[in-house]
């Protein structure tokens, strides 16, 4: 595919997602039907889509047009090259811009300039104070690509060497000893001897250090209540020494992958359907808005609502509620989202314990999106004896 023929594939994909159709739904139903677009064509496709999607009040401003062809005009003129070099018409390419394309578009203003729902920008400037508006900058671009050294299999140094082997090159990661940033070679990096065999694992440095502030020790009994895909059981069976560590979901289904993950990454994972019994450290990595990963996850940013947001809040306190009788005396209870909202931070554990006698917060921490990881927060909960 030329560069514009994939500019084209884009505005098609982007035309779905603006009807509703989620964005990897569109983009898998376009690759099924374009047999001819290589790994490359599927990457710059994809690639187009989520750099519009992280912008899409921007480039649908600079493009003139609330459209997908709108939005792909106003990408490249926000990143370059000029539009008119890929819309020229030749071949698979998008027609030439007309006189109104050419003369349409301004620069965006207010909560569009950050690309921000109008109805979330004053909250959000709200809850960051001051660093709101770079907050904002860092979800507006690509998050940088990290592992975590699954330290069963191997440690840094090694992981380092058996990604470098196989032409990945990765650095080390500030907010956690076992994070590595993927400097070079990503786009290989699931296909590589280093991620089949166990060694690395994909994990956002922020969610890394998350797990490192957890009161862990081998021999505890340890419950993942909201484990989804496992990233978080895997890193705190790590720090266990292989100990074992329960896992549940609400939604099972979430949980597909985990026993392949675990066999992978040599880890003792167990799926508790209903768990029972009092647990030495029970992790709640809540539901959320997910705000703190929008840039990996852009669509969450513009199909949250307050409706929305409020059902979070009144699902996160049900979860606090639910699993605080699983902790033992004496034990922990640790919230976590990737929210940088107040009300699904810091209020929530304000209101469990204004709620609940017998706890006492005995530590928290709030990552904000930038160059070191995502935005996360995880508040530490000890039960009285």
Not at 288 to 294: L, R, T, V
Not at 344 to 351: D, K, M, P, Q, S
Request: net charge negative; hydrophobic share 45%.
């Amino acid at each position: 595919m030329t560069p514009g023929a994939r500019v084209s594939a884009a505005i098609a994909v982007l035309d779905r997602v603006a009807a509703g159709e989620p964005a990897e739904k569109a983009l898998t139903n376009w690759a099924r039907r374009a047999r001819y677009a290589g790994s490359k064509d599927r990457a710059a496709v994809r690639d187009h889509v989520f750099d519009v999607l992280r912008r899409w009040r921007s480039t649908a401003a600079m493009g003139g047009a609330d459209t997908g062809r709108g939005r792909m005009i106003g990408l490249l003129r926000q990143d370059g090259p000029s539009p008119e070099t890929l819309f020229d018409g030749a071949g698979h390419a998008p027609a030439p811009l007309s006189p109104e394309e050419e003369d349409a578009g301004s620069a965006p203003e207010g909560a569009a300039s950050r690309d921000m729902p109008d109805w979330l920008w004053p909250q959000l400037a709200h809850d960051l104070g001051p660093q709101a508006d770079a907050v904002a900058e860092a979800l507006r671009h690509r998050a940088p690509v990290f592992v975590r050294v699954n330290t069963l299999r191997a440690d840094p140094d090694g992981a380092r060497a058996a990604l470098a082997d196989e032409g990945i090159e990765a650095r080390p990661a500030g907010l956690s000893p076992n994070a590595l940033e993927i400097v070079a070679g990503a786009r290989g990096l699931a296909r590589g001897a280093a991620f089949t065999g166990g060694l690395v694992e994909m994990q956002d440095a922020a969610s890394q250090a998350v797990v490192d502030a957890l009161p862990l020790a081998p021999g505890m009994r340890v419950l993942d209540y909201c484990a989804g895909g496992g990233g978080k059981a895997l890193a705190m069976a790590a720090r266990l020494n292989g100990g074992s560590v329960a896992v549940h979901d609400a939604e099972p289904a979430r949980m597909k992958d985990v026993p392949a993950r675990a066999t992978r990454a040599g880890a003792d994972l167990r799926i508790e359907e209903h768990p029972r019994g009092e647990w030495d450290l029970v992790l709640c990595d809540v539901p959320c808005s997910g705000s703190g990963a929008w840039r990996r996850a852009p669509e969450g940013k513009w199909r949250l609502t307050q409706a929305g947001l409020d059902a979070l809040c009144r699902t996160q306190a049900g979860i606090l509620d639910r699993t605080a009788p699983l902790v033992a005396p004496g034990g922990v209870l640790a919230y976590a989202t990737c929210s940088l909202l107040t009300c699904e931070n810091t209020a929530a554990i304000e209101r469990f314990l204004a709620d609940h006698s017998g706890w006492m917060l005995q530590d928290s921490r709030s990552f904000l999106p930038g160059p070191d990881g995502d935005g996360l927060f995880v508040a530490v909960l000890s039960r009285a004896r």
